[in-house]
């Protein structure tokens, strides 16, 4: 809406390139790739990867062994040809490898003890430990009589890896072998860093660092897929022999394309074959009363931590936001009426995952994930899982090194830091959501409608969970059916979407004025429909528009969806964006007092947005361009296609692609890929600095050291002298309070990390404080002249009626009494206890 993207997609295209590239990058190419197949005198192919010989290593890869061995199986007596040589390692021997790009590594270690055809070696007794520099692998591990692949997930830092291999001092004939040996970068991408614990409920940082072995990896529902069919040639195999009870489930198979959405799962992450297929509870609509989990269990190591990750993809729905299912590890929930379309907004058959980090397993030594229908009534009993990892978290043992000379060089200990580190951060992190907890609504809350009629009357209509199954409300004066619009009103209201009454380009499409039929000015915008991008922002705008209402949000006053359509009709906003009027066009200056108020009302509007609903709204394109002004420039907050409902009240943040405009990106969220609220108020803090400097927040014209207005500004506000850089325009006209104010306000919101930052309501006070602090110098004409601006006399007042001692002030009682003229929709009771809070002191 408005001038929203038009003038800074180039600059954004420009900078954004490097985001969407890692997104839609085709296959993933591993920097390191050392493929070996051990015992060889010839290199082996297998599903188009080449496993070279011993005796053709390149330089990068060292081999120390006291006397090379090699053996050869007396029968090909195993499926794969990487298991009829081995190379024998008498002694403490290790093989090196020079790492190019430091990273995540994949480290698999194949065995075999096959009987030798020659030779007086017996691998079947052999018994060894393996390790690299930093973390033990293996611990007296005696290879058992089938094949066997270890598999390693390792954060690789140094620039050469040495695997040791270390036969067992006791019990074993002193030899260690090995048959076959991969190291292979993996996207770093691959593990998150961020994974919630189950039971007690927090969050684990830290994962990103963390060795991981893999123990089990699962495609549900399907058969075994194997390296060829996967892009980190990664092994998945069938779970039926894991489920307790195999008569309760079914297997379920997709023909369609799996869908991977922008920041979500990849085919990295899982290949299509995972995702296209699933197991799904065995009900039918005859069954509809069943209450039944079906639980998958695994023999795990009970003093081990471990990472699971659950892959869904919702294949079984005939339509979206039918599926509401439980999923727990252990007995613990992990998701409680998870909801698939609202993690892939509301988008089918499209890959999603999950990671949870278990604690000290149960004794038994049994891990179990079950799957098991909603308590919720609105919903049939169903539930599906596609795929599942269970990666044990390595942590402590010895370590010991061979260095290439042959010399055992050291020998450590790594200490299992692991388990203290999940119990502080679940206690802390537990007793703030345990303070927060709140039981969801219901599963309807996200397909609840408020329409705002045309014709003035709000009626409230409760629609299916698809847009286009809305129901019919009124006939209105302009001929629309409440919200939903026929295509021929609002081709009559735009002129036939005639190209001069076009007001804004964006990614979404063209923005149009319209003029319905009771002379209402609209702002009409029509979306790009083969744009799949913008049917999700379609869908989620018109999601969260129809819930959100409040005097700084731009109101949604309906939609059509006719013929394919995406179009979008809001309220008009005739003064444009605030961007516009501070820089770049020709509108008058605005004083910093009318700067201040536009910046307290979008302030309002993203508050709202946070807490006005059960689950926060985080908008996740904060910036000037998005921010409108009408006739009276009071603002409100507009373009919500890429914003998120917030966190699960048991969550700290939502994973997600790094989308939003470059200059106003969180820093944070761009490093971690997880958004919270406080990546809104960054991104506010930069709009505080554009309307403070007016200028653009990334202007590639300027000297280095300029270009972005947050770095450049931050240094004058560090050095105290953030008045050299003001608008001109204001220089003289700024109180020093008020600026000193507003300066540590933009520096809080701007802090590198988001606990760091202040909350929007908190941002909200500082900047009515701000304005207090100009007001109080302002002599008695000022105060005429803001008299005489016709709509915001009554905000100042009620505003010099709220904060009267900011000083004394606690957090949270932002809400002055105008905002009750904001809050149509929000819990009154909320409101009331702020006024309360703020009325007691
Ligand atoms: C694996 O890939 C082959 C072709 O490369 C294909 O025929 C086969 O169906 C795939 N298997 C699975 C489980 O997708
Ligand atoms: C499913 O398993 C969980 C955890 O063990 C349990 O609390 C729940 O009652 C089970 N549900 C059904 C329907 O059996």
């Not at 007296?140 to 001092?169: C, D, G, H, W």
């Not at 501070?582 to 108020?597: D, H, V």
Request: charged share 20%; hydrophobic share 35%.
């Amino acid at each position: 809406m408005g001038v929203t993207k038009y003038d800074e997609l180039g600059i954004f295209l420009f900078f954004s390139f490097f985001f969407l590239i890692s997104w839609d990058a085709a296959a993933f190419t591993p920097a390191d790739n050392y493929l070996i197949d051990c015992g060889s005198s010839s290199n082996t192919t297998i599903n188009g990867r080449t496993f070279l010989s011993d005796s053709s290593l390149p330089s990068s890869v060292t081999v120390t062994t006291p006397k090379l061995v090699f053996l050869n199986a007396s029968s090909s007596s195993s499926s794969s040809p990487l298991y009829r040589t081995a190379r024998v390692l008498p002694g403490s021997s290790s093989y090196s490898f020079e790492i190019r790009t430091p990273g995540r590594h994949f480290v698999r270690l194949h065995f075999f003890p096959f009987s030798a055809a020659s030779g007086s070696y017996n691998l079947t007794s052999a018994a060894f430990s393996v390790s690299t520099q930093d973390v033990p692998l293996l611990d007296n591990y005696q290879p058992s009589t089938s094949p066997a692949m270890k598999e390693f997930s390792l954060n690789i830092t140094r620039t050469t890896l040495v695997l040791s291999f270390v036969p067992s001092s006791s019990g074993s004939n002193g030899i260690a072998f090995v048959n076959a040996l991969e190291v292979v970068s993996v996207p770093d991408s691959l593990i998150a860093d961020e994974a919630q614990t189950v039971s007690p409920k927090g969050s684990y940082t830290g994962l990103s660092e963390l060795p991981l072995e893999t123990a089990y990896r699962i495609n549900m529902g399907g058969p075994m897929v194997d390296p060829s069919n996967d892009t980190l040639s990664r092994t998945w195999i069938p779970d039926q022999s894991f489920l307790l009870d195999q008569k309760l489930s079914r297997s379920v198979a997709y023909t369609g394309a799996v869908k991977y959405m922008q920041g979500g799962a990849t085919r990295d992450t899982a290949p299509d074959a995972v995702y296209g297929t699933c197991t799904e509870l065995a009900t039918s609509s005859s069954t509809a009363n069943a209450q039944f989990n079906v639980t998958w269990q695994f023999d795990v190591d009970p003093s081990s931590s471990y990472l699971v990750r659950m892959h869904f993809c919702d294949i079984v729905s005939k339509a979206a936001y039918d599926l509401l299912f439980n999923v727990y590890v252990g007995t613990s929930f992990a998701a409680q009426d998870l909801d698939l379309s609202t993690r892939t907004i509301g988008s089918l058959a499209t890959a999603y995952y999950m990671d949870f980090v278990t604690g000290a397993t149960d004794p038994s030594g049994k891990l179990s994930v079950s799957i098991g229908p909603s308590a919720q009534t609105n919903s049939m009993p169903d539930g599906i899982l596609n795929g599942l990892e269970i990666m044990r978290m390595n942590s402590s043992g010895s370590v010991s090194v061979v260095t290439p000379d042959g010399q055992k060089a050291k020998l450590g200990v790594v200490v299992g830091a692991v388990l203290g580190a999940v119990a502080a951060a679940v206690i802390a992190v537990v007793l703030v959501l345990w303070m927060r907890r709140k039981k969801r609504t219901s599963k309807s809350h996200s397909k609840i409608w408020l329409p705002f009629s045309i014709n003035g009357t709000t009626t409230t209509h409760s629609v299916g969970s698809r847009v286009s199954n809305g129901t019919v409300a009124t006939t209105g004066p302009n001929g629309s059916f409440g919200y939903q619009f026929s295509f021929a009103v609002v081709q009559e209201a735009t002129n036939n979407f005639d190209e001069n009454w076009v007001i804004g380009v964006g990614g979404f499409g063209k923005v149009y004025k319209g003029v319905m039929r009771d002379d209402t000015q609209v702002a009409v915008k029509r979306g790009n429909p083969k744009s799949q991008q913008g049917i999700n922002e379609f869908r989620t705008e018109i999601d969260l528009l129809s819930r959100l209402r409040h005097r700084h949000l731009v109101s949604l006053i309906g939609y059509c969806d006719e013929r394919n359509e995406m179009i979008l009709v809001y309220e008009y906003m005739e003064k444009g964006t605030l961007k516009s009027h501070l820089y770049g066009s020709n509108f008058p200056n605005l004083t910093w007092k009318q700067r201040l108020e536009v910046c307290i009302g979008a302030a309002r509007g993203l508050h709202y947005l946070h807490t006005g609903s059960t689950k926060a709204v985080i908008h996740r394109d904060v910036k000037s361009a998005n921010i409108l002004l009408d006739e009276n420039l009071m603002a409100k907050v507009a373009d919500f296609g890429l914003s998120k409902t917030g966190p699960e009240l048991d969550q700290t943040h939502v994973s997600t692609a790094v989308k939003g405009s470059f200059g106003y990106l969180d820093p944070e969220y761009f490093r971690r890929q997880q958004l919270t609220e406080k990546s809104d108020v960054y991104s506010f803090g930069v709009v505080l600095l554009e309307v403070l400097c007016a200028r653009p927040v990334i202007d590639p014209t300027l000297a280095r050291e300029m270009v972005n207005l947050a770095e450049w500004a931050m240094k004058w506000q560090m050095r105290g002298e953030l008045d050299q850089i003001v608008d001109s325009r204001l220089r003289g006209n700024i109180q020093t309070e008020s600026l000193r104010k507003y300066g540590e306000t933009v520096e809080k919101c701007l802090a590198d990390y988001g606990v760091d930052r202040p909350s929007m309501g908190d941002v909200l006070w500082n900047l009515e404080y701000a304005l207090q602090l100009q007001q109080a110098e302002s002599d008695a004409s000022e105060v005429n002249s803001i008299n005489s601006i016709p709509g915001l006399s009554l905000q100042v007042q009620n505003m010099v009626a709220v904060v009267e001692s900011p000083a004394d002030r606690g957090q949270g009682s932002v809400v002055g009494s105008s905002d009750t003229d904001d809050l149509s929709e929000v819990s009154m009771s909320r409101v009331f206890s702020q006024l309360i809070k703020s009325e007691g002191r």
